[in-house]
């Protein structure tokens, strides 16, 4: 069974993971075919909540399933880790050491490539700590004694006796003379050619290992997907983007990002200020960005709303609509995203849970509510629950239809009588005589009554004024995992 059949394919992922692969491959060969050396970045672009994890599962299934050598990083799992090169290099010698073949030779040629790889990336760990020492003279190499001593005094306090400086890279301490800065110049450049040459190692002993993976069963490119980018400390996102870029340069390899990039714009900006160019600068990482189709909400609502287990003895409306429609209808215009709909559905099944009322909560006035809540209403008071169904536009009050339904109208008509109770409504609805059964006076009365006949509480208010105090007690629940 695949993935997408076995996890309920409902965002229709599966051709979109079909074709990301035939373009990669495609892409690569004619990259090699054309003399064009280096590794391949795709970035898989989506709003937060639409399913960019599930597609990179998916993803990650079905090339390994293709024959295709294949890892997964968790980024936001490993930002802890001070360089994303650990947690890369990790997950890929994990995969070389755990790599059986029939053929004991090649099993053989990748330890031994897994070994020099090892050997290479620890060489290079080591400068790239070094090269991260933040070094003031740095920027200063190869001026003379009175330049770098004017450059640190503009960053230093005026209390501040400048004459010596230490390389961070090496603890040395040097006096501040011609001679020294020279020395100091030196041994910077020696450090650099030294950082050329690993990396030029390490790149070839990837390039081995990945070609090392070519069996019968087994064969490149060799597909590195990296997941939930854009949750990272924004430091961290920036340092892996640039480790990708620089240290990965290889043919055969792949790497595949899933990433709101416009919410990691947001985060490197916080980093460089609001004026820099973010967009642009993420560009330059990648070769391809591709946004994932958006999902086809009633379908996914209507699962959502069938596995969230809603106790629909408990939940029902009076107008002649779909639970799944309104559900659907609201969450549009309140502009929820596919992980908010699935809260608001928890939100209205623990509600459901602890109704204790024979009567039924009416869905056309409490998901509205519950829509409201999660995009900031806290409810708190009658005005901000009123402005839900009798939005101001223009100055004026709108009343908020749900499809062709008028459900301000009917929350207009229940109002008065949540001063009330059950008894007194049941009067003061006898009284006035019934309405056309789809006007919705008719049926804020209908909800009264059926709610009136199923408790025949009369000293008791009407259940919808306590909508919002039982939105705010579910809204104070977490999830285990952070929605």
Not at 97 to 110: I, P
Not at 145 to 174: C, N, Q, W, Y
Not at 326 to 346: P, T
Request: charged share 25%; glycine share 4%.
């Amino acid at each position: 069974m695949s993935y997408w059949t076995e996890n309920n394919d409902l965002l229709d992922r599966e051709a979109e993971s079909e074709f990301l692969i035939k373009f990669l491959n495609q892409r690569v060969a004619d990259k090699i075919s054309r003399g064009v050396s280096g590794s391949f970045v795709l970035n898989i672009d989506a709003t937060w909540g639409e399913g960019k994890t599930f597609f990179m599962k998916g993803l990650f299934s079905d090339i390994k399933e293709a024959g295709h050598p294949v890892i997964m990083i968790d980024a936001w799992r490993d930002d802890f880790t001070g360089d994303p090169l650990t947690a890369v290099v990790a997950e890929f010698d994990q995969f070389l050491n755990e790599f059986r073949s029939q053929d004991r030779t090649v099993t053989t040629k990748v330890k031994k490539a897994g070994k020099e790889l090892r050997r290479n990336v620890g060489k290079l760990s080591l400068l790239v700590a070094k090269s991260a020492a933040k070094n003031l003279v740095k920027r200063v190499v190869g001026e003379g004694t009175d330049e770098i001593i004017a450059a640190a005094k503009e960053v230093l306090p005026d209390s501040a006796k400048v004459d010596k400086f230490i390389d961070d890279a090496t603890g040395e301490i040097f006096e501040y003379t011609d001679a020294n800065i020279d020395k100091f110049a030196a041994k910077q450049l020696e450090r650099f050619n030294e950082a050329k040459n690993s990396l030029a190692s390490f790149r070839e002993s990837l390039k081995q290992a990945v070609q090392a993976l070519t069996t019968k069963d087994s064969r490149p490119p060799f597909f590195i997907l990296v997941d939930e980018l854009d949750r990272c400390r924004p430091t961290y996102a920036i340092e892996m983007l640039e480790r990708i870029k620089h240290l990965f340069e290889v043919e055969n390899v792949i790497f595949v990002l899933s990433t709101d990039t416009t919410q990691l714009s947001n985060s490197i900006k916080a980093v460089y200020g609001n004026d820099f160019d973010s967009r642009h600068y993420l560009a330059r990482f990648f070769d391809r960005s591709y946004m994932l189709a958006a999902p086809n909400r009633t379908k996914m609502v209507r699962w959502l709303f069938e596995n969230a287990k809603v106790d629909i003895t408990r939940v029902s409306t009076h107008i002649q609509m779909d639970l799944v429609q309104i559900v659907e209808d609201i969450s549009a215009q309140f502009s929820l995203e596919i992980r908010q709909i699935q809260r608001a559905i928890d939100l209205l099944a623990t509600i459901a849970i602890v109704w204790e009322s024979e009567a039924e909560i009416e869905l056309a006035i409490i998901f509205p509510m519950i829509a409201a809540f999660l995009r900031g209403n806290d409810l708190s008071d009658q005005k901000k629950v009123d402005a839900i169904f009798l939005p101001i536009v223009s100055n004026n009050p709108h009343p908020r239809h749900i499809a062709n339904f008028n459900v301000g109208g009917l929350f207009q008509t229940l109002l008065p009588f949540g001063k009330m109770t059950l008894r007194e409504v049941e009067r003061e609805i006898t009284r006035r005589g019934t309405r056309e059964r789809e006007d919705p006076s008719a049926i804020a009365y209908q909800i009264l009554l059926s709610e009136y006949n199923a408790t025949r509480a009369s000293s008791s208010k009407p259940l919808f004024t306590t909508y919002a105090q039982r939105i705010r007690m579910a809204g104070r629940f977490h999830s285990g995992n952070g929605q």
